[in-house]
Structures are given as C-alpha cells and as structure tokens.
C-alpha cells in the first residue's frame, strides 16, 4: 500500500485525517495513468513512479484549490463521499457506486487493462469544522 504524502500546509500525520481509496494504474498510448476514483484525480507520466509524482502534484492543487474556495465538503459529497462530525470523518464511495456516475471510470473497467491498488490520501483536518 502506498502513502500519498502531500506537501506544503498538508504533511504527513500532521493537520490530516489520513483515508484510504482506490487507485487504479493503466496505460494509455503508452502513457501511465495512475487515477483515483473517488476524487476523480489523475495523474499521469512515462514510468508508473512519473505519474504517481504527477498524482500526488494534482492531489496537492486539488487540496489547495478547494480549501482556498471552502468548497472541498460540497466537492467531496459531489463524489459521493459522506462526511460525518465524529468517528471517521470521511469516507469515500465504493467504486461499484461510481461505475454508472462516472463515464471516464465506466470506460476504463470496461476497455482497458487495469491494475487496483489502495493508497492512503491525506485530507486536510482543519477543513473538517
């Protein structure tokens, strides 16, 4: 299982709530796509390592966008995840949820080679108010 550790505001163990989603690895015109899910984030390089530095870059902009904009609970409940006050804060869809929600992931369960794996993604903490 690997780490997502981001960088800058959001370190690992610090100021986040550690969660662990889906990603799903894939070649595309000989492009490596490292993809995850339930965020909809991808990531994408010439080696499987180039693309997962290039997720954990979209993770960072992500993060850093949606926080900014205080919207990354409307954005995380648009992908289906349920955000509770207490025990585990957020947790995220199943991927059998998003198969008929989600066009890009429809296309590559159904077309294209593919490998799972589980990362941990470090959300914010203090956006969970």
Not at 75 to 100: Q, S, V, Y
Request: hydrophobic share 35%.
């Amino acid at each position: 299982m690997k780490q997502v550790g981001l960088t800058g505001k959001w370190q690992e163990g610090k100021n986040t709530i550690t969660v662990n989603v889906p990603l799903m690895i894939f070649e595309e015109n000989g492009t490596h796509i490292a993809y995850i899910p339930v965020l909809d984030i991808s990531g994408y390089g010439e080696t499987e390592q180039k693309a997962h530095e290039s997720l954990q870059h979209s993770l960072c902009e992500y993060f850093s966008y949606t926080v900014n904009k205080k919207t990354l609970f409307d954005d995380l409940r648009a992908h289906g995840w349920t955000i509770h006050k207490k025990t585990k804060p957020f947790i995220a869809p199943e991927i059998t949820d998003l198969l008929n929600k989600n066009e890009y992931l429809h296309d590559i369960v159904n077309r294209k080679p593919y490998r799972m794996d589980r990362i941990d993604v470090n959300v914010p903490q203090f956006a969970h108010a």
